[in-house]
């Protein structure tokens, strides 16, 4: 099976542009989470999805959104980027809390390393 | 509130010696704890976890961790060290929404 896939890899924006990316969760899980991860820092919460719902968000201004679809697939949108928004933006997917099985664990995709100019 | 305190931000061993990197974390309730592996450029790999039960719990690559509720430890531990092994480590708490800490960087000297 694929792990969670994450596009675009790499992109590079400039101050105040949007961006969009994109995760495919690992098949027959139906809970995406999203993380930001500053150089030198740990992963920081951003949001939580599950049945196409925001069920958890972490201390990010109202720039970041995201939405979850029918797949279960989800997108991260920022607006108005500022340099400090520079980071990796990982995915990662999960059974959602009343799956059978849940126990928590993420799994992660390999990241959209965000450079904003 | 969760949260999650590596105490150590970069430990350097050589190939071979044991190793111990600290985790001391913050929960209400009963914590889902894990650690998870970071190679450089890559996503985050789980070594293992715990949520239930015997309180030593064995991970993959040959690492193990302790759960210590009256110290709100959770250490991960490594016998015998190889170079493959450095990369960034987290310890994270909670499920779904999850709390890492700022991670602990491994060098391993030859």
């Known amino acids: 099976d694929a792990g969670v896939t994450q596009s675009p890899t790499h992109l590079i924006k400039t101050r105040g542009q949007q961006v969009t990316l994109r995760c495919s969760p690992i098949?027959?899980?139906?809970?995406v989470s999203w993380y930001q991860q500053v150089l030198g820092q740990g992963p920081q919460f951003i949001f939580q999805?599950?049945?196409?719902?925001?069920?958890g968000r972490g201390n990010f201004p109202d720039r970041f959104s995201a939405r979850q679809f029918p797949n279960y697939s989800s997108e991260l949108n920022v607006n108005a980027l500022l340099l400090g928004d520079s980071a990796l933006y990982l995915c990662?997917?999960?059974?959602?809390?009343?799956?059978?099985?849940?126990?928590?664990?993420?799994?992660f995709g390999e990241g959209s390393r965000l450079t904003v100019l | 509130a969760q949260s999650v305190t590596q105490p150590d931000i970069h430990i350097t061993v050589s190939e071979g010696a044991s190793l111990e990197l600290r985790c001391n974390y913050s929960y209400g309730a009963t914590p889902y704890l894990f650690w998870y592996v970071q190679s450089p450029g890559q996503g985050l790999q789980l070594l293992l976890k715990y949520f239930s039960g015997d309180t030593l719990v064995q991970g993959i690559k040959g690492f193990e961790a302790e759960f210590k509720r009256s110290q709100s430890s959770f250490n991960l531990r490594k016998p015998s060290v190889h170079w493959s092994d450095a990369a960034e480590y987290f310890c994270a708490v909670g499920a779904n929404d999850m709390r890492f800490g700022a991670g602990t960087r491994l060098t391993v000297k030859p």
């Open positions: 999805y599950y049945e196409k719902e925001e069920r």
């Open positions: 990662a997917s999960s059974l959602a809390p009343r799956q059978r099985g849940n126990t928590g664990e993420l799994f």
């Open positions: 098949s027959g899980h139906k809970s």
